[in-house]
């Protein structure tokens, strides 16, 4: 189930979960591509490599941290102008405004990238 077509994600690359069915398409942005292997990073007190629909991918698969477009659009105000610093802008804008956007952990090769038609 493995694949190398996302092997070098930066901040703000787009991407969709390629186990979603179809109906529930939902655009992501990268915010942190690196954070650690599935194994060793935590998903709401389970390892994401346990977490329930990534049982079958590699447990040392990098997790990349995403947000969904649809919050950003709704609570960021221009965050496609700070694309390429995404991650920053996002503490920035939760420091001034006190608005978190939440981030989700998933295995590197549960992801797509995708043509980005934001930009």
């Given at each position: ?65 995403v947000a969904f477009e649809e919050s950003l659009d709704s609570l ?44």
């Amino acid at each position: 189930m493995t694949e190398n077509n996302t092997n070098q994600l930066s901040v703000g690359d787009r991407l969709v979960d390629k186990d979603a069915d179809p109906e529930d398409f939902s655009a992501m942005r990268v915010i942190n591509p690196n954070v650690g292997e599935a194994k060793n990073v935590d998903a709401g007190g389970t390892p994401v490599s346990e977490y329930p629909g990534n049982e079958d991918y590699p447990e040392t698969d990098q997790v990349v941290n995403v947000a969904f477009e649809e919050s950003l659009d709704s609570l960021v105000n221009n965050w496609e102008d700070h694309i390429n610093r995404l991650d920053e802008h996002l503490e920035e804008f939760a420091d001034q405004w006190h608005v978190k956007v939440k981030r989700y952990p998933y295995p590197r090769s549960r992801l797509k990238k995708i043509p980005d038609t934001k930009k």
